[in-house]
């Protein structure tokens, strides 16, 4: 049989060295020939938008097992391939002999897992692009290493599948895990509905708080300086009747469901959740704070700062954090005792503005008062005074909405009044604050306007640490960085509602929290590499617009299951370069030939 065997740029010992370490040739495309079937090596090169052939070399003969004989002229120019067995796998010959690399052996793994994968068919392709990038995360920012110390590395593995099962997935309910397994390349074998439910009743709450220690203790010594966690609560709805912790609370989402709260700390630089709390759902905010504060009273917080809305400003909480050691940065509200009196004597002054008081980089007047707050410690048995800053900020623009929208709201009031029309409880509630009762009924009060006028676009915040006003707004304005992960709790990892019964909740939260980790983490990598492009030039192109899509993009990359005499492989699909490059700038590797 004769083909084109044209030179181009052909290098014959290159090749057989690549045949030998890969252990394919490839591309191939079959010609028949009288009915007998021959593989035929190619390469072509793109010159404009005209394909030029390279060379073309006939392999040997295709049998109707798909084995291949290598030609006698092939073995000529290839003579270290002369004793290798040649297997047709669509466009590509599989190579298996001495001369061919040796592919790296299995690690050792659980049986079940090795049971599923002799299962497979020779080239049973599974899905593997975002589960690779989630358990590369995993190893990198030593979240497997920690579930190993505390779980095992069985049960590790069980559990980081779980967490990329429902981070991969936003609408993943822990039923389906068992379908999704048995099509993902992951490295726990497939578990049933009833198999996970006992892998969340297996999680026992001394080995989640040591797993969360060690996790704080990674962000302690990862940053040296100032720590600031922000810390909220939010509201995960339950349809589940046996959950004792469900309660019916104040809920902005479902309020005819009854309801978890979740406590959470993030780090607000690194933008990773390091602690949780479960609560009963009719726990109010400063409750929830409380709790954590038990939970967290045997941790070194020495340089940390909790950051935190004005629902944790009152007296009583902050006389609590004075007593743990840990510093905060929070919001206050301005009705509090301790905020008045200085209020009050900023007004004025910030209403007028001034050089001194103007913030250039928020557009904002600000001025801070430097107090100290006594409090009772039990430890010494003595009242102790520490620092306290209360910094008061005026938003000019803030305050000209807020001002025209409270003047139509009285003149409303006004005339209601006037026509003698009912009034609901807020409209009363502003003729408290802006009108008197006088013989000839209630009457607006110039003098009740112009004390309330003046608290108009305030904001105040207090600090135990933080004495200037701009840094501390900017610490604060971070803090949304908590929020974000409230909803890719909800949006991205399937904690919406919790479905499972009341021995199993503490185990899904914790995996929950696993793939919170994964996600945030993933979504933090992108935030760097958006800032590392806006320092360049050229804008680079490759970046998705946000992690779903790119988890999206990596469902479609595959691993096909390769089995020699010995051994059972994975090798990878041809990865696309924008998807390579995007590995790069986020800082993961791209993945080896094989996999195990």
């Given at each position: 049989?004769k083909?084109?065997?044209?030179?181009?740029n052909?290098?014959p010992s290159a090749?057989?060295?690549?045949f030998?370490?890969s252990?394919?040739?490839?591309?191939?495309?079959i010609k028949?020939?009288?009915g007998?079937?021959?593989?035929?090596?190619?390469?072509n090169?793109w010159?404009?938008s005209?394909?030029?052939?390279?060379?073309?070399k006939?392999?040997?003969?295709?049998?109707?097992?798909?084995?291949v004989?290598?030609?006698?002229?092939?073995?000529?120019?290839f003579?270290?391939?002369k004793?290798?067995?040649?297997?047709l796998?669509?466009?590509?010959?599989r190579?298996?002999?001495p001369?061919?690399?040796?592919?790296?052996?299995l690690?050792?793994?659980?049986?079940?897992?090795?049971?599923?994968?002799?299962?497979?068919?020779?080239?049973?392709?599974?899905?593997?692009g975002?589960?690779?990038?989630?358990?590369?995360?995993?190893q990198?920012?030593h979240?497997l290493?920690?579930l190993e110390d505390?779980?095992?590395?069985?049960?590790a593995?069980v559990?980081l599948?779980?967490a990329?099962?429902?981070?991969?997935d936003?609408g993943a309910?822990a039923?389906?895990?068992e379908?999704?397994?048995?099509?993902t390349?992951l490295?726990c074998?497939?578990l049933?509905?009833?198999?996970v439910s006992?892998?969340?009743?297996s999680?026992?709450?001394?080995?989640v708080?040591?797993f969360?220690h060690?996790?704080i203790?990674h962000s302690?010594?990862?940053?040296?300086n100032?720590?600031y966690?922000?810390?909220?609560?939010?509201?995960i709805?339950s349809?589940?009747?046996?959950?004792r912790?469900?309660?019916y609370?104040y809920?902005?989402e479902?309020?005819?469901?009854?309801?978890?709260?979740?406590?959470?700390?993030?780090?607000?630089?690194s933008?990773?959740?390091?602690y949780y709390?479960?609560?009963?759902g009719?726990?109010?905010?400063p409750?929830?704070?409380?709790q954590?504060?038990v939970?967290?009273?045997?941790?070194?917080t020495?340089?940390?700062?909790l950051v935190m809305?004005?629902?944790?400003?009152?007296?009583?909480l902050?006389?609590?954090?004075?007593?743990?050691n840990l510093?905060?940065?929070?919001?206050?509200?301005t009705n509090?005792?301790?905020?008045?009196?200085v209020?009050?004597?900023f007004a004025?002054?910030l209403?007028l503005g001034?050089?001194?008081?103007?913030l250039?980089?928020?557009?904002?007047?600000?001025k801070?008062s430097?107090?100290?707050?006594?409090y009772?410690?039990p430890s010494t048995?003595?009242?102790?005074?520490?620092?306290l800053?209360?910094?008061?900020y005026?938003?000019?623009?803030r305050?000209?909405?807020e001002r025209?929208?409270l003047?139509?709201k009285?003149?409303?009031?006004?005339?209601?009044?006037?026509?003698?029309?009912?009034?609901n409880?807020p409209?009363a509630d502003?003729?408290?604050q802006?009108?008197?009762?006088?013989?000839l009924g209630w009457a607006?009060?110039?003098?009740l306007?112009?004390?309330?006028?003046?608290?108009l676009g305030?904001?105040?915040?207090?600090s135990s640490?933080?004495?200037?006003?701009a840094?501390?707004l900017?610490?604060y304005?971070?803090?949304d960085?908590v929020?974000?992960n409230f909803?890719?709790l909800?949006e991205r990892?399937s904690?919406r509602?919790?479905?499972c019964q009341?021995?199993?909740?503490?185990?899904?939260?914790f995996?929950?929290?696993l793939s919170?980790i994964?996600?945030?983490?993933?979504?933090?990598?992108?935030?760097r590499?958006?800032?590392?492009?806006n320092?360049?030039?050229?804008k680079?192109k490759f970046?998705p617009?946000d992690?779903?899509?790119?988890?999206?993009?990596?469902?479609v990359?595959?691993?096909?299951?390769r089995k020699?005499?010995n051994?059972?492989?994975f090798?990878?699909?041809?990865?696309p370069?924008?998807?390579?490059l995007?590995?790069?700038a986020?800082g993961i590797?791209?993945?080896?030939?094989f996999i195990?």
């Amino acid at each position: 049989m004769k083909t084109d065997t044209s030179q181009t740029n052909f290098d014959p010992s290159a090749q057989e060295n690549y045949f030998i370490e890969s252990g394919v040739i490839s591309p191939i495309f079959i010609k028949n020939n009288h009915g007998i079937r021959y593989a035929i090596f190619y390469r072509n090169k793109w010159e404009g938008s005209t394909c030029q052939k390279q060379f073309q070399k006939t392999v040997g003969r295709i049998f109707d097992d798909d084995s291949v004989e290598l030609g006698k002229k092939f073995l000529s120019q290839f003579p270290a391939l002369k004793d290798c067995k040649a297997t047709l796998s669509g466009r590509t010959i599989r190579l298996a002999g001495p001369n061919i690399a040796v592919l790296p052996p299995l690690d050792p793994m659980a049986q079940q897992r090795q049971a599923f994968f002799d299962e497979l068919d020779q080239n049973t392709r599974l899905s593997a692009g975002a589960s690779y990038v989630l358990w590369q995360i995993a190893q990198q920012n030593h979240l497997l290493t920690d579930l190993e110390d505390v779980f095992g590395k069985n049960r590790a593995a069980v559990l980081l599948s779980l967490a990329i099962f429902f981070a991969s997935d936003p609408g993943a309910v822990a039923s389906e895990f068992e379908i999704y397994s048995h099509h993902t390349w992951l490295p726990c074998s497939p578990l049933s509905s009833q198999e996970v439910s006992e892998v969340f009743q297996s999680i026992l709450n001394p080995e989640v708080m040591r797993f969360l220690h060690k996790r704080i203790q990674h962000s302690k010594s990862s940053e040296q300086n100032s720590l600031y966690w922000s810390f909220d609560t939010t509201s995960i709805s339950s349809y589940s009747e046996t959950i004792r912790k469900t309660a019916y609370g104040y809920s902005k989402e479902n309020p005819e469901l009854p309801q978890l709260n979740l406590g959470l700390i993030v780090s607000e630089n690194s933008g990773e959740p390091l602690y949780y709390k479960v609560l009963e759902g009719s726990i109010s905010d400063p409750l929830a704070l409380r709790q954590l504060l038990v939970d967290t009273a045997q941790l070194d917080t020495s340089n940390v700062s909790l950051v935190m809305d004005r629902a944790f400003s009152s007296p009583s909480l902050l006389d609590q954090l004075y007593k743990n050691n840990l510093g905060f940065i929070c919001g206050s509200k301005t009705n509090l005792n301790y905020c008045k009196s200085v209020i009050n004597s900023f007004a004025r002054e910030l209403q007028l503005g001034g050089v001194d008081t103007f913030l250039e980089e928020y557009g904002l007047q600000a001025k801070t008062s430097s107090t100290t707050w006594s409090y009772y410690d039990p430890s010494t048995g003595y009242r102790e005074r520490k620092p306290l800053y209360i910094h008061v900020y005026l938003d000019p623009f803030r305050a000209a909405g807020e001002r025209e929208t409270l003047l139509k709201k009285l003149k409303k009031l006004q005339k209601k009044i006037k026509a003698k029309s009912p009034l609901n409880k807020p409209e009363a509630d502003l003729r408290k604050q802006f009108f008197i009762k006088g013989s000839l009924g209630w009457a607006y009060d110039k003098e009740l306007w112009q004390q309330n006028e003046k608290l108009l676009g305030l904001f105040v915040l207090v600090s135990s640490s933080v004495s200037s006003a701009a840094e501390a707004l900017r610490i604060y304005r971070q803090r949304d960085i908590v929020e974000k992960n409230f909803n890719n709790l909800k949006e991205r990892c399937s904690g919406r509602r919790m479905r499972c019964q009341e021995s199993a909740l503490e185990g899904k939260v914790f995996v929950l929290f696993l793939s919170l980790i994964l996600l945030m983490n993933l979504k933090m990598r992108f935030h760097r590499a958006r800032e590392e492009e806006n320092c360049q030039e050229e804008k680079a192109k490759f970046l998705p617009d946000d992690v779903p899509d790119f988890l999206r993009s990596l469902s479609v990359i595959d691993v096909t299951s390769r089995k020699s005499e010995n051994n059972q492989f994975f090798y990878w699909d041809l990865i696309p370069k924008k998807i390579r490059l995007t590995l790069e700038a986020i800082g993961i590797k791209e993945p080896p030939r094989f996999i195990t």
